[in-house]
């Protein structure tokens, strides 16, 4: 047993589906409305990212033990996003199989992980997916490993800030005490109960 894995969604998480609502500042996650990143666009004008969130996302990363992953329906072509949004070194990171069901009519994801976490036995792992809001074996699964955080985020807005910082400290938690955060408590992460509309990939 060792390491953390993080596994991420595309859109929903890292490229919200939402409208660019600006003048948010990201800076304030008592307010849900405040509790965002600024609003960008790539170069090519569709996809709307974070350049602050990817930074901070390449520092979670580049701890020691931390081994990402990408979990998305883009599957292979998720590299693309990684290199356009500025994730260092996510050409490289293994894709899981995430597309419609598995051979036993399970989620893709859900199937794909289960196994994952089953072969590489990490102490902790970060699951990030919009998807997660309507899969609740899933998050029962999760639940019951005591070392997977399965987290949705609100698709039209992605990871908030103060989601991201809670995820941050879960993640130096466990390479401090080299245990899973979630053995024996119940964790919540702000932003979790709000309200989901759309599914992501």
Do not use: C
Not at 31 to 57: F, N, Q
Not at 169 to 187: D, H, I, K, N, Q
Request: cysteine-free; overall charge negative.
């Amino acid at each position: 047993m060792g390491g953390i894995n993080i596994y991420l969604d595309i859109d929903g998480v890292l490229n919200r589906y939402g409208p660019v609502r600006r003048g948010r500042t990201g800076a304030d996650p008592v307010d849900p409305d405040e509790d965002e990143w600024s609003a960008y666009t790539s170069a090519g004008g569709v996809l709307m990212w974070p350049p602050e969130m990817m930074a901070r996302i390449n520092r979670l990363l580049a701890a020691p033990e931390v081994t990402p992953y990408w979990l998305t329906t883009w599957e292979s072509e998720a590299a693309v996003f990684g290199e356009q949004v500025g994730l260092e070194g996510s050409a490289d990171w293994t894709w899981l199989p995430s597309r419609g069901l598995s051979a036993d009519g399970r989620w893709q994801k859900f199937a794909s992980i289960r196994d994952h976490v089953d072969q590489t036995d990490p102490i902790f792992a970060v699951w990030l997916d919009d998807d997660l809001a309507h899969e609740s074996e899933a998050r029962r699964w999760a639940r019951r490993s005591g070392r997977v955080l399965a987290f949705a985020p609100e698709p039209m807005v992605g990871l908030r800030p103060s989601e991201l910082a809670r995820i941050e400290e879960l993640v130096a938690e466990a390479l401090r005490t080299g245990r899973s955060p979630m053995a024996g408590r119940a964790l919540r992460i702000p932003g979790g109960g709000r309200r989901r509309t759309a599914r992501g990939d």
